[in-house]
């Protein structure tokens, strides 16, 4: 597998607050007004990027603003791109679909740290009790065992889900509610995140071949 050259990048002058990549603004269609291209360019630096270590072994995914600031560090380099671009004050750029560390992370083999963001990731932004899929802002935190019987805010014990069935639960379980957990609520492993890299990687086959488990 070839190696290509890490992309650098020099911002003479004026910068922006988000570190000197912006949108390029003639991605913008014809005829839009300027807020649906603002909206659209910053869907864009949202978008999921496959992240490999040196070894091209996948280890995590960001954004691609995340994956510019590593790339323009000289810290990463682009294995795989879009056809889109964003640009500087002086250059384009394209938008990376894979990029590879330089050097080797070491990845310990334990869970990620517990937060609301890892809990919406591993549970997918899908409410555990109806299964609907919503935006991270419409959905919030269940304790299953609550917290006033001795819940603890743990993996096991935390999951995804939206207003209206956390108000229906309330302060009782899943069965004195009438509801049912989806899966049984587990730690945020590496082969959790693993397994969120292929589902993921089904919308963009450029990942393909580096998902290789």
Known sequence: MSVKRPIRAEFPGRKSPAGAVVPAAGGAEAGKSPKSGGLRRASLMQEPVLVLNATFEPINVTAVRRALVLLLKGVAQAEELHASEVHSSVRNHRVPSVIRLLAYRHIPQQSRALSRKNILLR????????????PSSELTLDHVMPRSRGGRSSWENLVACCYRCNNRKGDRTPEEAGLKLARRPRPFTLHTSRQ??????????????????
């Open 123 to 134: 549970d997918r932004n899908t409410c555990q009790f109806c299964g609907a899929i919503f």
């Open 196 to 213: 969120l890299m292929s589902l993921i990687g089904h919308r963009d086959e450029r990942w393909l071949k580096y998902l290789f488990y």
